[in-house]
DNA sequence: CCTAGCGGTCGGGACCGGCGAGTGCAAACT
DNA sequence: AGTTTGCACTCGCCGGTCCCGACCGCTAGG
């Protein structure tokens, strides 16, 4: 008579599989069956164990390097040790106050909270720390219209968050100034408090419609001013790449630490992953290759949401590191760095 | 009857120096005294070039890493060799085209424009590409105090280059909205065509005497909104960091790169470093540890500033590799892309 | 169902010797 | 005097060998 856990797996495999993966974690060497029985809680043999690591073999969880040699997860084995075994870690005290510490201690300005964040979260897990702050859809304050040459005027967008964002559009030769407060005021009226992307689709419909009480001219400066807003800009601070340098496995394959060096660098696939991280609350985790977008050959991301006062995601936080990482320790720390964030914020 | 040079150096030593470096510099390996006799345009028996060579060994140029290895230039050697026997090549043809089309090609941004340069510098040069464009003193064009909030303005300041630049500033409760306005005229009428620096100190006094006709509400807007113009805001765009793990020295010697890697994120350092390079007009080089503010060991800078149309220097562009990088080569390179960034200012 | 033991496999570290590149010195050459 | 030749010596590197330790799978026994 055996207790069945619903992942399909009896008691004593699930046992020995979250001690291998665990001692396979801080050593980063494949684990054998020898020292798994000393490791393990109940008095086994290394043979069985040895028979329990085949049945866990077969199932596609873990996989010998070699012959001889011990027993390394599989990424499908580490997707299943985070998602039901993982015993997440109480953050450590000191950890708890450096960060709080740290952040709280730094500048007003929220990029440099982020970057702050950042690579205090770097140091703390010897990992790159990674910040996604997504301009776009932050919730407008103000926008203003500023003639800075005949031709040339400046779009200034002021964000609920305090983040100033600026674009220069050509205006049509011989532009009344009037024009230019009259745009603003018509854009104030309806931009303030909701985001950019809310609001641009009414706005421009209303425009084509005719139905907006504006003279052509002011109606040309307000479409060209909303179009130059639509980019979805996203920034990404990346901190700590160094430690990227760090691990064993690095100084062997340097080939592949290559590669995510420029994939950091160009980033654009890295904010696409990122923004994975922002549907749902949690902390979320990418295992080596599940998914396309990120050559992230043997590399793990965590990441989580952080919100703004009225509990919108507005960016995402995380570390990027080896598959073989503190999994334990790192998801409380990106988790509680996130909600400090989202605190500062409010 | 010898002809003396005017470094102390006969013509053969200066010739074998120059050669022992050059084949230096592209194999990356210690030359030797064989090596060196066959690759010598005159006949010179390897006995011959050993004796000279330790000569050069005994002045400080070279070093042997180990008996019996071959010689490696010092860092003054190489030193030497950039000052003065360095023949620097010319830019090969498609080279240069591929430098103008892809900088001209790209969009009409200043930052895209040098972000561009720099990964094409470093993708030609095969080592990290770097630049730094200072914010700070640009001539400006315009200034506009806008309010976003209750005591709370938003300071917009448009460069002459197209830079906008913005900051947020407090403002005395209850202050009318003329008083933004009056500043705004106060300030454009004295700032505009003069660099930051240049008229910061001039109305900074003139407030203080009292000289301007301003009443004193408006005075402390334009004081607050000064000040926080003040910052020396520079701007650092690196890329193809990951060329630095390419050399074959960089596989041995991991942890040099690891602080490299930190030294570039940190960036005060570099930045300041690549200020001395604005100094002149030419192409500077950086050689090792020639300077204490940046713990480049083992690495080259090579850096030029850029001008804009008014002939001012605007910013530096250059690139990081190893000491050991083809001078000849990547010299006239970012010579050029100097050029035609400035000419794309213009 | 577990355990103990056996035979087999494989990677890694230590050791050794040969090879090649390069040096320095002294003697011979021009 | 400067240059070349020859020679002895020094290293670092590479490949081979050997041994050890860590594992595994299998089978027999509790």
Same mark, same amino acid.
């Given at each position: ?52 690591? %085949? ?20 990424? =499908? ?56 702050? %997504? =301009?776009? @859809?932050?919730?407008? =304050?103000?926008?203003? !219209? ?6 040339? $005027? ?13 674009? &220069? ?19 104030? $009226? ?11 689709? %009414? ?12 003279? $052509? ?18 920034? &990404? ?15 062997? @394959? ?6 995510? !060096?420029? @994939? ?21 985790? !990418? ?15 965590? $990441? ?7 509990? =919108? ?11 073989? /990482? ?17 605190? /500062?914020?409010?």
């Amino acid at each position: 008579m055996e207790y069945r856990a619903s992942n399909g797996m009896g008691e004593r495999p699930r046992e020995v599989f979250r001690h291998l993966v665990e001692a396979y974690l801080t050593s980063g060497e494949p684990v054998g069956s020898r020292t798994l029985s000393q490791r393990l809680p109940v008095q086994l043999s290394p043979a069985s164990i040895r028979n329990v690591m %085949a049945d866990l073999e077969a199932m596609g969880l873990l996989y010998a390097p070699h012959t001889s040699a011990g027993r390394v997860p599989t990424e =499908k084995g580490l997707r299943l040790f985070v998602d039901g075994l993982l015993e997440i870690g109480q953050l450590a005290p000191d950890e708890r106050v450096a960060i709080e510490a740290r952040i709280n201690g730094s500048g007003r300005g929220i990029e440099e909270v982020l970057t702050q964040a950042t690579s205090l979260l770097s140091g703390l897990s010897r990992c790159a720390g990674l910040v996604v702050a %997504a =301009k776009q @859809d932050a919730a407008l =304050k103000h926008v203003e !219209f500023v003639a800075v040459a005949p031709g040339k $005027a400046l779009v200034v967008i002021v964000g609920d968050d305090g983040q100033v964002e600026n674009r &220069l559009i050509d205006t049509p030769m011989g532009l009344p100034a009037s024009a230019l407060v009259e745009a603003s005021n018509y854009l104030n $009226a309806r931009l303030r408090g909701r985001t950019l992307e809310d609001a641009r689709a %009414a706005i421009l419909t209303e425009l084509e419609d005719e139905r907006a009480a504006l003279d $052509a001219l002011t109606a040309k400066i307000v479409a060209e001013g909303l179009a130059t807003l639509a980019g979805p800009e996203k920034v &990404l601070i990346v901190r700590g790449t160094s430690h990227l340098l760090d691990t064993v496995e690095a100084q062997i @394959d340097l080939e592949r630490v290559r590669t995510l !060096f420029d @994939d950091i660098e160009r980033k654009a696939d890295l904010i696409r992953l990122l923004e994975l991280a922002r549907e749902g609350d949690g902390v979320r985790i !990418f295992i080596g290759s599940e998914n396309r977008l990120f050559s992230l050959s043997g590399s793990s991301i965590v $990441a989580a949401p952080y919100a703004n006062a009225q509990g =919108k995601v507005v960016g995402v936080i995380g570390v990027l590191g080896p598959t073989r /990482l503190n999994y334990g320790r790192i998801i409380p720390m990106v988790d509680h760095t996130a909600k400090v964030i989202g605190r /500062l914020l409010g």
